[in-house]
């Protein structure tokens, strides 16, 4: 609510709000906004936490030099930065759309309020989106949708807009709206948001005169300029002033543009653009984008914005010709895709003669659109309408093409030719190699034309198409495609952006997106398409239209793992293709921009690191703020309550803690630390505890692996199993069952030289290293834990005799019993003294307690004069050879049964207590029902075969009647059945008799068997890795116990005692723990960091391992089925390229051979050849280059 008012106060004010507390003017909709200030109240209902919490917000300028080498290793810093970086985009970036014209709605006002509720309903962000993209019909007002969509989003600077033909498609379907009228009104949004990222919308002319040429490369700068204001520090180049536009810079890597423009100029704004990418940043920029349409090809066609600079721009037929371009410097990787669902018929083949912009042949023009002759493979050089008819009618289908007409003018094209080119466009080959190897992009035919001198002749005709066309370089091939293909192929463009998203990952197959459907959508935030508006009308065309459109919406969301998308329908495609670096204009074919989930840039290791995670970190809220400072910078010794709480709050996943283990310096007691948390989350939360206890296991796993992967050197190097780690790891085992790293074989073997050799656990590692070289030498300590422990049970053993002997030979003996008292006093402080791993519960602290006491009784008894009480006698013996027992636990071959023995008392006990609730539930029934009435017991005594029958199947002893003959009818029995009360008394005591024998000696007496077998079953298969945590907590008390033993140590154990005590009130008394002092040595430092990181890579190489073992998925063969499929392709266009090679060279074999026979003198021979041969050279030049290749 603060946050809300701070907004208002600032609108008033007439002052912009901060990119955090947009919550209120941007729209995250009333369940959004209650849905964040809920989180924040969970974690702010106590004001002492939330004092904890802010000023825990560390300073982190000195980060770097102060924290970082002692809390999270320094080879990791990319790694640390990319966790928070991932958690943050994984939050905040996302795609939204809302596609449809509302039914109820008459304005376009009506119509934007209800998309922008739409996505406003499914954010879970309170910033505001980073870019606006709308898709309409071009029956809507441009300057009136503007107008609409900045009041719904008034802090998005940036607004594109196009017009799509007859509507849009999205993740929710194809939508458009036939009003009262006869008018169609279609419109959709696509928001982007990205707090991160930097986009930047202008208005550009069209470049196709110098000026405008020089005009549109201004903008442009002026554009990238505006783009580096909004961008991240991190993302300029910190050597320039930021007046002109820089050189190459991590903002312009990873730059891209969406470009939408008017039929006719894209082939001129794609070079401009690409002029200016090389001129400025010496890179060719990525172009994605779509042509706009109408729904009748009448020239209705718009592209407008509301451009950063704060200006409308609109283009159409009443506003002059122009491009809207948008700037994209997204925060995660943008992958484009270009592709298209025809196949070639590679026979087919011709080269352009000669092209231009009319039907006129002017030698000057070397490209154009109109396509005026061609040369086939056998050199003739014929027309190119009349070449495409006749492939279409040799290849396709007879009377599929119309014949040629000739033109109107101009701009002139042709309805008939256009719907059935559809089926078999034309394509230019791309590139002969590379990731796009024998890709093409298509040209969609527009008309057959005759030339006006040779209308009456009809002997060539032209052609005229919706892309250009080179003079002498480019090849043409036919393509062909079904209804269906348009459809299917789609698979295509899926295959596209899971290559590109596993090379940009790193290409490792493990990490494969292809590996799940869940994968893919881990790695998608959205996608902005375009699908060509023939292809849609040829699969909307039909009875089964509507149906085909639904099924173009599934393969769609299929493609995309289900992220949002809207892909409207231009009447031209642009897209990039990597092999050439170059963009390109096409026709039917369709083009994406994939927003991913990776981030697109990384550490800069000249630049403080802590200035450029604070860049990321200061776009969470205060209190998140807080906790994240706070994490950075104790690490492991950081308050994870805190973090409890923003993680249960979902401000963070549990996915950034696993990220950043690791990174710390200390993985193991972060990694337990944060087990610990989720296993407490999952206690207090029985919702979602299977969610925690899950997350909980994955760190108790990482311990045991990591200790796992690590050889006995580097762990002596990197201190991992320093006395605290140890000591942690020990109680962690006991309080949330992380026993997996104490039964490793490296902490075991560490735990046995600690307990036979020496109590310091580093010198012990230096032993174990000794051991390991062959050489026997190294420092002994003669009263080593292991002497100690058996010492003081030595000792005890002699307080248990001397007990004995003193109550059967001389239980007067004041002075003996005293003894015994400062014996077990000895004890006591002895137990409460040893540090806290578990070894002592609370259950031995009590017996011990309790033992004190009862000595004490008897000890006063015996000084008064009195007998010895027998009980307390006895009660102090069993307690004694309990804690006999309990020393003996960690014997190798005793140890595993006592441990059973102790697990199956622990069954037992439980089973008392509900044994005693069904013993007390008859106790009280019978009890009310025998009130005041004795019983006769009858067991003996024939009655009648029931007392047979009962004595056969149980026994006498539950045979019992009522003393006294009662004639009344006081009981509900009696009356119902007309019995007397004494007849019914016994009646009803029969029946409770038999339901206590069924529950207490048959039910429960089974069950306590079943629990004691289940019991024994998961210990037999569980009893060795709770016989090492039991021997490790042990070892960890042992090796803190005092020279001498009881009872000559009580001095000394309650020194210590006091000691412990006072150390834990200062620690309550302390707000937040500081960070464990290490050595100051920045050589033992750098070891030993080096150290942690090569077991980091060890562990890193084990999990790769595993998940090399993993089983095959059905999208890792749906994924190879459609590589297969490439493939065949490939082949075919291989073998088709051989036939016509060994076709040609037979054909000019047979010329040779014909001159050399028409030849009469040697001469003329040579002459004949050489001439035969260049024109076979000529010939074989003009063929295409796959055949040259070949």
């Not at 004010?13 to 924040?40: L, W």
């Not at 231009?356 to 040369?375: F, N, Q, W």
């Not at 990321?616 to 010794?637: F, S």
């Amino acid at each position: 609510c603060g946050s809300s008012i701070a907004v208002s106060c600032r609108v008033a004010a007439g002052e912009a709000p901060s990119k955090g507390s947009v919550a209120m003017s941007q729209g995250m909709g009333s369940n959004g906004r209650f849905t964040r200030i809920n989180s924040f109240g969970a974690l702010s209902r106590s004001s002492t936490l939330l004092e904890k919490m802010l000023a825990g917000q560390e300073d982190l300028e000195d980060f770097d030099n102060n924290t970082f080498e002692t809390v999270w290793l320094r080879t990791r810093k990319a790694s640390l930065f990319r966790a928070f970086l991932n958690e943050f985009i994984k939050k905040n970036v996302f795609v939204a759309t809302a596609n449809g014209w509302p039914a109820d709605a008459t304005r376009v006002e009506e119509a934007v309020r209800s998309l922008a509720l739409e996505i406003r309903s499914g954010s879970h962000t309170k910033n505001p989106p980073s870019w606006i993209f709308v898709a309409c019909s071009e029956t809507l007002e441009p300057q009136e949708v503007l107008d609409e969509v900045a009041k719904q989003y008034p802090y998005t600077k940036c607004i594109h807009c196009i017009t799509s033909c007859q509507g849009v498609t999205t993740d929710t379907g194809f939508k458009t709206r036939v009003d009262s009228t006869g008018v169609k009104r279609a419109i959709s949004l696509l928001a982007v948001f990205d707090p991160l990222g930097a986009y930047a919308t202008i208005g550009l002319p069209s470049p196709d005169t110098p000026a405008n040429w020089t005009q549109f490369e201004q903008a442009m700068d002026k554009a990238y300029l505006k783009l580096r204001e909004a961008a991240l520090e991190i993302m300029r180049d910190p050597a320039n002033d930021g007046k002109t536009v820089p050189g190459p810079e991590p903002l312009a890597e990873h730059l891209c543009i969406w470009l939408t423009g008017l039929p006719g100029n894209e082939e001129k704004s794609l070079e401009c653009l690409y002029e200016w990418g090389h001129q400025r940043f010496n890179r060719t920029i990525p172009v994605i984008g779509g042509t706009g349409a109408d729904a009748t090809i009448g020239g209705k066609w718009r592209a407008y914005c509301r451009a950063v600079d704060g200006n409308d721009y609109i283009f159409g037929q009443e506003h002059g010709q122009g491009v809207v371009v948008t700037l994209v410097a997204a925060s995660v990787k943008v992958f484009p895709c270009f592709m298209h669902p025809f196949t070639p018929i590679t026979e087919c083949t011709a080269k352009v003669v000669s092209c231009g912009s009319t039907e006129e042949k002017d030698p000057s023009e070397t490209t154009g659109r109109v396509i005026h002759t061609l040369r086939v493979t056998d050199g003739n050089e014929v027309g190119a309408g009349t070449l495409y008819h006749k492939w279409c009618e040799d290849m396709i289908q007879k009377k599929l093409m119309p014949t040629p007409t000739v033109a109107e003018g101009p701009g002139a094209f042709s309805p008939a030719v256009l719907a059935a080119s559809t089926a078999c466009p034309l394509g230019v080959a791309v590139a002969r190699d590379g990731d796009d190897a024998y890709d093409y992009r298509m040209m969609h035919p527009s008309g057959i034309y005759w030339y006006k001198d040779q209308e009456q002749k009809q002997e060539s005709a032209y052609l005229k198409n919706f892309a250009s066309v080179e003079t002498g370089k480019t090849d043409v091939v036919l393509f062909k495609a079904r209804r269906g293909d348009l459809l299917h192929r789609l698979s295509k463009l899926k295959e596209q952006l899971v290559i590109q998203i596993d090379q940009a990952s790193g290409g490792s197959s493990l990490e494969s997106v292809a590996l799940s459907p869940d994968a893919l959508r881990a790695r998608v935030s959205g996608v902005l398409m375009v699908y060509c508006a023939g292809c849609m009308m040829a699969i909307s065309s039909g009875k089964d239209g509507a149906e085909q459109m639904r099924r173009l919406t599934v393969t769609l969301s299929n493609c995309f793992a289900g992220r949002p998308f809207m892909a409207y329908h231009p009447f031209g495609e642009q897209g990039f293709f990597p092999s050439k670096q170059v963009n390109g204009h096409s026709n039917l074919m369709f083009s994406a921009l994939v927003f991913s989930k990776d981030p697109a840039f990384e550490v800069d290791e000249t630049r403080s690191f802590a200035e450029i995670l604070s860049q990321v970190i200061t776009m969470y809220d205060d209190a998140e703020q807080a906790v994240l400072r706070l994490l950075l910078v104790k690490g492991e010794n950081a308050d994870f309550s805190l973090l409890s709480h923003i993680t249960r709050a979902g401000m963070i996943t549990p996915e950034l803690l696993k990220s950043i283990t690791p990174c710390a310096g200390r993985p193991i007691p972060f990694a337990l630390s944060s087990a610990q948390m989720f296993h407490l989350m999952a206690r207090k939360f029985p919702l979602k505890a299977r969610e925690y206890n899950a997350v909980s296991k994955w760190f108790k796993d990482f311990c045991e692996d990591f200790i796992n992967a690590a050889p006995l050197q580097l762990l002596a190097q990197s201190n991992c199993l320093e006395y605290s780690t140890l000591q942690l790891a020990v109680l962690m085992a006991v309080k949330i069952d992380s026993k997996g790293l104490v039964a490793s074989n490296h902490f075991q073997e560490v735990m046995e030289k600690v307990w036979s050799a020496t109590p310091d656990s580093d010198e012990a590692i230096q032993l174990l290293l000794t051991d390991a070289g062959g050489s026997n030498s190294g420092k002994q300590v003669l009263l080593t834990p292991m002497v100690r422990h058996y010492s003081n049970l030595a000792s005890y053993v002699v307080l248990v005799a001397l007990q004995f002997w003193t109550s059967h030979n001389n239980p007067s003996s004041a002075i003996l019993w005293n003894l015994i008292l400062l014996w077990s006093m000895s004890n006591l402080f002895q137990t409460l003294a040893s540090p806290t791993t578990g070894y002592y519960s609370w259950v031995t602290m009590l017996d011990d307690v309790v033992l004190v006491f009862s000595h004490a009784v008897i000890f006063e008894r015996v000084l008064m004069g009195g007998e010895v009480p027998r009980d307390l006698d006895a009660l102090t013996m069993i307690i004694h050879f309990g804690n006999l027992m309990k020393g003996l636990i960690v014997h190798p071959k005793m140890g595993p049964l006592i441990i059973m023995v102790l697990t199956m008392m622990g069954d037992i006990t439980q089973f008392l207590t509900l044994m005693v609730f069904f013993v007390t539930c008859f106790y009280c029934s019978l009890n009310a029902l025998f009130r005041g009435i004795p019983g006769v017991y009858v067991g003996e005594k024939w009655q009648s075969p029931t007392t047979l029958l009962v004595n056969a199947i149980w026994g006498p002893q539950v045979l019992w009647v009522t003393e006294h003959e009662d004639t009344g009818r006081t009981l509900f029995l009696s009356e119902v059945f007309g019995l007397n009360d004494s007849s019914a008394i016994d009646t009803m005591g029969a029946i409770i008799v038999a339901l206590t024998v069924f529950c207490i000696p048959i039910m429960l007496l089974n069950l306590l068997i079943a629990i004691m077998a289940s019991t024994y079953a998961e210990l037999s298969s569980d009893v060795d890795a709770e016989y090492k945590r039991s021997f490790a907590s042990c070892v960890l008390v042992a090796r803190e116990l005092v020279s001498l033993p009881m009872p000559f140590s009580l001095p000394q154990d309650m020194a210590r005692t006091a000691w412990k005590v006072a150390r834990f009130v200062r620690s309550c008394r302390a707000e937040i723990e500081g960070p464990l002092e290490r050595s100051s040595d920045p050589d033992a430092k750098l070891k030993e960091q080096l150290a942690v990181g090569q077991i980091v890579s060890n562990w890193e190489a084990q999990c790769s391992i595993e998940k090399f073992k993993g089983m095959v998925t059905i999208e890792q063969v749906e994924r190879m089925r459609t590589q297969g499929d490439g493939l065949q392709d490939r082949i075919q266009v291989l073998y088709s390229a051989l036939l016509n090679l060994t076709e040609r060279q037979d054909k000019m074999e047979n010329n040779l051979s014909q001159a050399i026979q028409s030849s009469g003198s040697p001469s003329g021979k040579h002459d004949a050849i050489l001439a035969t041969t260049a024109d076979a050279n000529r010939r074989f030049s003009s063929s295409p280059k796959a055949t040259k290749r070949t």
